[in-house]
């Protein structure tokens, strides 16, 4: 089944961030009722791919301030129909970065969130069942997308004084926690 590797990922997530249960089994019950899940034809909503991109000192995070949803948020996007969330997630930060030397700094999910994306023309409100991983770059020249109004490396200090998406933040905890272990 494709899903599996998805669902053993999430049995990890779920087995490291407790806290965190009602989340991961809403994701795991959106996977397993939908075979279709990772593509964006699916109207109710879909998996996503994202990176916690650190800079090649590990000092700071890349943050996107995203043309669509108007907010400072990690680079992600759609997997359209690729199974490996990972991969999506290294995908999506070369794409929105233009930085071509990116690393996993682990196989595991670094974090998960679901959100609700508005409605946009003829595309309905949905959900984002977002998997995120914690990469990092080989250096820290980007290029602005046409995705984003703006790019920046930005301190953990300086990200919470940017935003308050509390899925942002939560990002920026988790990271200075895998920083001090």
């Known amino acids: 089944m494709h899903r599996r590797p998805l669902l053993t990922l999430l049995d990890n997530y779920s087995a490291r961030f407790p806290a965190e249960e ?20 699916l109207l109710i909503g879909h998996v996503t791919g994202s990176a916690w991109l650190l800079d090649s ?11 669509k949803l108007g907010r400072w948020l990690q680079p992600g996007g759609h997997a359209d129909g690729d199974a490996d969330v990972a991969n999506v997630a290294l995908r999506e ?7 071509d030397d ?9 974090d998960i969130d679901i959100h609700e994306i ?6 309905p409100a949905h959900f984002h069942y977002d ?5 990092q770059a080989a250096h820290n020249k980007y290029v602005v997308s046409e ?10 200090d300086e990200i919470t ?6 899925s942002v933040l939560r990002m920026v905890r988790k990271w200075l926690d895998s920083a001090q272990a």
């Open 102 to 110: 990116i690393a996993a700094l682990s196989t595991k999910i670094f």
């Open 57 to 67: 000192n590990g000092q700071r995070a890349l943050l996107t301030h995203h043309r």
């Open 161 to 166: 004084n940017l935003t308050d998406e509390e």
């Open 118 to 123: 508005p409605a946009r023309g003829a595309e």
């Open 93 to 99: 930060a070369i794409e929105e970065s233009g930085i």
């Open 22 to 41: 009602a989340t991961v089994n809403r994701l795991r019950n959106f996977v397993e009722a939908n075979t279709h899940c990772f593509e964006r034809s």
């Open 147 to 156: 995705e984003s109004n703006d790019l920046r490396w930005i301190s953990a």
């Open 131 to 135: 998997c995120r991983f914690l990469l």
